[in-house]
């Protein structure tokens, strides 16, 4: 439209709209895709436990949205201080003071009732269990952990395992070993890359994170290909543990497109432009598509 006021496009939102909007930036709505780990569970074992098991696994992907969305308001206002010296999450609502502490802290109460209530409410202590350590484990890694090194990154993966069976929990499918392998490797493998590229994409400024000035790039790009081997060997043994002919040469089929991406992965990952390691997921081409065929061969497995 011709004539318009280029600042009216990026005028900030009216004064009523303000607060609910730096809620919902803090509860980060960028990362919530990551909650559909709870369907790794019901889909590695050909079956969802429960009628309905599509509806009680969104349920818990709701639940796991709740629940994070309570960890990164608390993990805002403990780290506001630190937040305000990096170039990037000095954006974020608490440390650019556009949402009180106390409102934050208030927020983030009602975040994780919900999340328990409505895991409890699906018929599902298990789930709730999950939740709470999960909850539990957050606060500790916000609080104090975070800044031990080695011990932090395991946190880190620790909420991709928990989000993995909270959705074995909801839909009753009990996880395999080789399925836990699996999801611990994979997720230990983001938590390396996200710190590689902090450590250097950031250079100084990254240090605002105290346990990265233990970490080496060198070394934490020597352990991110030896997990990602560990992550193609699990998963291969997983797909040779297969109950079925069919299953497993589906399965073994579908290694191809994951070590596919997990190569892509390691040579994206040098680069010191990407702001996160999420964005490698759906903005890359090459990765994507190593996705979509995985996920094609996985499905016609089952």
């Not at 889909?43 to 436990?49: C, N, T, Y």
Request: a positive charge.
């Amino acid at each position: 439209m011709t004539g318009a006021d280029p600042a009216a496009v990026i005028a900030p939102p009216a004064a009523w709209l303000r607060w609910p909007v730096a809620v919902l930036r803090t509860a980060r709505p960028h990362q919530w895709p990551k909650n559909l780990m709870v369907f790794a569970a019901p889909l590695s074992g050909a079956s969802l436990g429960r009628d309905d098991g599509i509806g009680y696994g969104l349920a818990a992907a709701g639940v796991f949205v709740l629940a994070s969305a309570s960890v990164y308001s608390v993990n805002d206002v403990l780290d506001a201080k630190r937040d305000r010296l990096h170039p990037l999450k000095r954006r974020r609502p608490v440390a650019a003071g556009e949402l009180p502490t106390t409102h934050a802290l208030t927020v983030a109460a009602v975040w994780s009732v919900a999340a328990l209530a409505l895991a409890l409410s699906i018929g599902s202590p298990g789930l709730a269990i999950v939740v709470g350590a999960y909850l539990a484990i957050s606060l500790l890694y916000s609080a104090w952990l975070k800044h031990l090194p080695v011990v932090e990154l395991g946190l880190v993966a620790s909420g991709f395992v928990l989000r993995a069976l909270g959705g074995a929990a909801a839909t009753h499918v009990p996880p395999s070993v080789w399925f836990l392998l699996v999801c611990s490797l994979g997720a230990f493998l983001v938590a390396i890359a996200k710190r590689h590229l902090e450590r250097t994409g950031l250079a100084a400024a990254a240090l605002h994170r105290p346990s990265l000035r233990w970490y080496r790039p060198s070394l934490l790009r020597t352990a991110q290909r030896c997990v990602a081997v560990a992550v193609c060997a699990t998963y291969l043994l997983w797909a040779l543990d297969a109950t079925t002919e069919w299953r497993a040469s589906w399965h073994l089929a579908s290694t191809l497109p994951l070590a596919a991406a997990l190569v892509r992965f390691n040579r994206l990952t040098k680069r010191q432009d990407l702001a996160a390691v999420e964005d490698l997921l759906l903005q890359d081409p090459f990765m994507v598509g190593c996705e979509l065929t995985w996920l094609l061969l996985f499905v016609i497995g089952l």
